[in-house]
């Protein structure tokens, strides 16, 4: 559709000062603010008011979660290269920078699931084992879901989407900017998770 058909999809909406999937995905993350707003006031209710396990006694391995913490903030940092790479119309290293983001989202969920849920399932933690690991297991599967979700995204622009560059080359970084901001997102929900489950 042309850009007659649908107004402000390259250039910023006078009312809201970006254009409209940027106004879109920031509505988006506002709903999953509240959403995850929700899961960490429900874990701090129930933290206070009940018997909760200490870090030493829960079994998390801490060193695994800063592994994983070092790789969701270098997947920021080449997310950021990537858009900054296609806003200078240097597409190779875009999409370079977009399969280094890719590469250390699906390390993340590998070191995860193998080395932590794998490992604690064949030790009988499962959800129903305790409150603290039914919160555990909830809130990390709902991150993790998060970063498939993204992935399957970048994997997108990478493949079938990747046309779009040599049709709009604006919108196509656009749809990667707004991407980057997902992704900002969910990297920031894991550095909130990180320090309530694997430190305090």
Known sequence: MSSEL??????????????????????????EVMLFGALFSAYILLRTHGDFPTHKETLLNYKIGALNTFLLITSSVTMV??????KLNDPGKG???????????????????????????????????STFYGIYYCMTGLHGLH?????????YFLTVGSGLWNKNQQQFTNRIECTGLYWHFVDLVWIFLFPVFYLL
Request: charged content about 10%; glycine content about 6%.
């Open 81 to 86: 290269m990537a858009w900054a790479s296609f």
């Open 95 to 129: 999409k370079l920078y977009l399969w280094i983001t890719v590469i250390l989202s699906c390390a993340f969920l590998f070191i995860k699931i193998k080395f932590e849920y794998m490992h604690k399932i064949h030790e009988d933690i499962i959800p129903s084992t």
């Open 147 to 155: 970063i498939l979700g993204g992935v399957v995204v970048m994997l």
């Open 6 to 31: 649908l107004p402000h999809t390259l250039d910023a909406h006078p009312v809201t000062g970006m254009y409209n999937g940027k106004f879109g995905v920031w509505l988006f993350l506002a709903s």
